[in-house]
């Protein structure tokens, strides 16, 4: 169960950081000013608060494996299609369908807590955090290789 949700909790971890790369790397190609480049992340964040009470109601309703398995299909497909985007318009769109998806964070961390142990659930929650320092990790590894 620690490595499932632990390798979402590296994706999203990893799909946050992007947005630390996205803006400076497109913004001379594009010809982005700040404000374009900032409302990247806002379309991200905005995507991630619909995204958090959407997937809480639907891991509520029909389990929390079901609600991350969407969230994790809609933030792959959109996260590679963003990757092809043409314009900026369509960037923006499918960032916001990214956090949407992202917005489903939480229920990795509740369906991993669910089978642990009350009294262990602060040392396993410490574990399950260290996923998300991995994930920062390889992203920042990753855009450094590119430079």
């Known amino acids: 169960m620690l490595a499932y949700a632990g390798l979402g909790w590296i994706a999203e971890a990893m799909e946050m950081m992007l947005l630390s790369f996205i803006g400076p790397a497109i913004q001379p190609e594009w010809g982005l000013s700040s404000s374009e480049e900032s409302f990247i992340s806002t379309a991200t964040f905005t995507g991630m608060l619909v995204g958090a009470y959407v997937w809480g109601v639907v ?49 990795f961390s509740s369906w991993f807590l669910e089978f642990v142990p009350t009294p262990k659930r602060g040392t396993w929650m410490v574990v399950f955090a260290t996923f998300w320092t991995v994930g920062t990790i390889i992203e920042a590894s990753l855009a450094w290789v590119r430079t």
């Open 59 to 107: 891991s509520d309703s029909y389990g929390r494996k079901k609600g991350f398995l969407g969230a994790s299909i809609i933030t792959s497909v959109a996260g590679l299609l963003s990757a092809f985007a043409p314009n900026y318009t369509l960037l923006l769109i499918l960032r916001c369908f990214i956090g949407a998806g992202l917005g489903c964070g939480h229920v």
